[in-house]
């Protein structure tokens, strides 16, 4: 574990407490002094750069701010930071290597996965959650798996498709 | 060595996208990920009543929370002559409430502050005394002798009536009903509903006074006509005014009009001298940004015995909110409703169409829609099925002897519209083939011994995709026209600039295919940029699936320039006359010697480096294009779903989409669209809309209750495709982005309708939920989902 540290304070009121926490973000210790009332997936975007998990609904609905938080798919948007203070996070932007990409973005880009790319983030990451705990699913089962994230684009079609491609690929490198 | 247009990713290739590659990564650059230096958070709070004078407005309360920098009200703005602004359909909309709030979700207050959080808790410390009035949440309340006025801040303005606005030949209409043998009537409720993209709106406001220069980051559309507007409303010079539209997260309609929040976003800027973002919640959005649909239509059809229609009586009446604030062309009050049963042989027909201000959100945009096409297509669908019901006569026959034949195009709709082509037979054809319409019956009888009621449902239709031509299309004067800038760098290598502005569309994808299929240069090679005012060319914008059929035709006339002008480099290179050279993709030769040529690449550099005497350096140019026709992409839609009379849930045992769009850029693109269009349609029949209760307060105002289709439910999707090339367009493609939308609703609800046709049922109101399907199938009733909701609905 690299232990990149920061010092970020996201203007509090004045009469508001900080309290300070530590993230492991995609492999990294990252900290920040944060208000309790701070959502994570805001500690994520402003504190920490990564803006490619999005608020999309505020209200836990649309999944666009899906995470992996400590192996498992959550929305960020219903998740203070404090609450992932010494816990481990995943965003999209640990997706891929520094050399390669994650199948799940190869399959989302070949199977025409995506259109406007909001929900795209999210929809990865619940599908990476998935593929962790079941590398062989069927269509039934991707479709349950992803019904927490919205897309208004693609209909769903081809993000099946293209979570099945990533699954193939994916078992293809464990022979 | 001739080149392969497929290897090169030209027309016809399902070329993998190129703003994946970011989308991917989580590198897309929405607004909301866009941070400058110095910046405040704007929020805006909203009335909580639907109907109310406005009292008094208390915010000290709010300048007392640290980290506030500017409390905003209504007669701030009144006081710089920003309180109200034109509407596109030549109305005006409050900016900030003064004396009045007219819609629940009305913005009343702004608070500027150093974070959103901050700006977030200060409006809640505003107070602001309310008198509450009687809200008006329909057109038939809107239209009662004793109703509140709504719009009392409009001189002139009588009651609550909008337009009253008509077209066709009534006194023709008329004869024909006279001549009829039959006469089928069909009533029905298009209910509100919302584009609701992923991404709400939003926008940051750089202004910097310095240099006089006001730089708008939004989630627009139509960038450019953002920049007009902002130029009039705010009275700044043009050329300092830059809109930049980074990625767009979603935008069906929605992201077209200039909503309040924008407005007060630039003056706060302007005020303090600090970029100022204000990001909707999707709560805001829901409740206050432009909605789609909510027309009342009627309609009779006379008919002959053998089943040939023989004339057509349409009246709508709209519900348009609190301020008349469509997105549409300014000639037509109710968009182009008209356009109804262009794909049938119909003599005449007559609409008369009537618009009411009610107290709900304003918009009518044209979501996923060429301007009430939508509204068009299903009322012609389900009116054209109530009448074969009526006949006794099959479905599929009906529609067959009554369209428009291949061979009878061009051809003047009753309503004046020219078709330029069309093979609606066809389309059917392999639409019942494929979804098995022989056996039909037969699937039917053993489902009702399980218990289980089947129905199918035809949506046939021809719709008008990409204004102009610009002597019909204009919005508050500006024509309807759109342009492409291409320059050839000196390595053969390209950048292509248009006035549209894709969002989710793939234009940086397939804008590049046309270049490549013009100039034969890789679309690899080819970079793709929009939506920077200060770069791109004027354009009117990304709506109505119009960017294809007008921004994709300017690309080819702009290629086809640069193109005559590398001719003469080629005749410079090769040394021989212009006349005596021939064209191949990517090549020019010499002709009777295809062995001696030079290629685009070649004429690049020649550009640069050896040009004739006398010739301008460079390979550029520009090409504005003003179509001459809109097209006109047809579409066979057919549901096959499965009743549970015991609970009412319906579920779609089978979907065939037949769409004929033209010629296919990128088809993996075009399949795309179309599957998502048809999940909207999807959304629309079966669950997603708004509605009021009476007191005015919306419901589809979240998630929670305003439903998109997950993963889970949405069904499957079979597509088909018929190509006829659009006769007027350059490269003969017609718009796609929309049809599914416009097409797929009638499908469901048909469909449902055949199955509940033993019943009595003639109409359930969309959506079809399974209370409202198990109430039809339990009374033998019709469903009507005029607003206020029922209580306990």
Redesign the interface.
Known sequence: MSSLYEEIN??????VPVRQVTVYVNGEARTANV?P??LLAHLL?QAFK??????????T??G?CTVLFDGRPIKSCTMLAVQADGHKVE???G??SASE?HPL?EG???E?A????????GM?MAAKALLEENLNPTEDE???A???????????????KAVLWAAEKMRAELN | MKLDEIKIGGMGASR??V??????????N?V??IVLPGMLHMEILRSPVAHARIKSIDVSAAWD???VRMVLTGEMMAARNLAWMPTLSYDTAAVLATDKVRFQGQEVCAVIA??P??AK?ACGKIVVDYEILPAIVNPVQAAAADAVQIRDDKAGQVGNKVFDWEIGDKARTDKAFADADVVSKIELHYPRTHP?????CGSIADYDRATGKLTVYMTSQAPHIVRAAVAMVAELPEQNIRIVTP??????GNKVPIYPGYVIAILASILTEKPVKWIE??TGNLVSTGFGRDVYLKGEMALRKDGKILGVRMNTISDHGAFFADAQPSKFKIGLMHSAFACYDIPTAHMFATGYYTNKAPGGVAYRCSFRVTEAMFFQERMVQAAADDLGMDQAEFRRVNFVKDEQHPHRTAFGFLTDSGQYEKCLDIGLEAIGYKNFAAEKAEAAKRGRLLGIGISVMTEPLGAGNSREYDILGIKMFDSAELRIHMSGKALLRTGSRG????HETTWAQIVAHELGIPADDILVEEGDTDTAPFGMGTYASRSTPVAGAAIAMVARKVRAKARKLAAHLLEVSEEDIEWELGRFYVRGNQERGVTIQDCAMAAYSNMPDGMEPGLENVAYYDPPNLTWPFACYIAKIEIDPETGVWDVLQFVAVDDCGVRINP??V??QI??????AYAMANMQYQTYDEEGNIIGG???DFL?P???E?P??ELYEVVTPCPHHPIGAKGVGECATVGGPAAFVNAVMNALKEKGVRNIDMPMMPNRVYEALTTGKDIYGMPPVRSGN
């Open positions: 996201i203007a509090p009121a004045s009469d208000e009332r701070l975007r990564l803006t490619g998990t999005h608020t999309g609904c505020d209200t609905n649309c666009a965003t999209v932007e997706l891929a990409l973005q989302f880009k070949q025409h995506l259109q406007c790319g909001f929900c795209t983030p990865m991707i479709r349950w992803l019904s927490g994230n919205l897309c208004r684009c693609t209909g769903y079609q081809n993000i099946v | 993998r996208r703003e994946d590659n970011r989308f991917i990564r989580g590198k897309g929405y909301d990920d929370v640290p980290g150093d974070d959080y901050i808790d609701s993209p992923m991404e709400t990625d767009i997260g979603g935008g069906f919640d999707k969002q989710g569309t793939g993996m693109i399949e795309g599957m998502g269009g048809l999940t909207e979240n998630y929670m998109l997950t993963a889970w949405t499957g999707f």
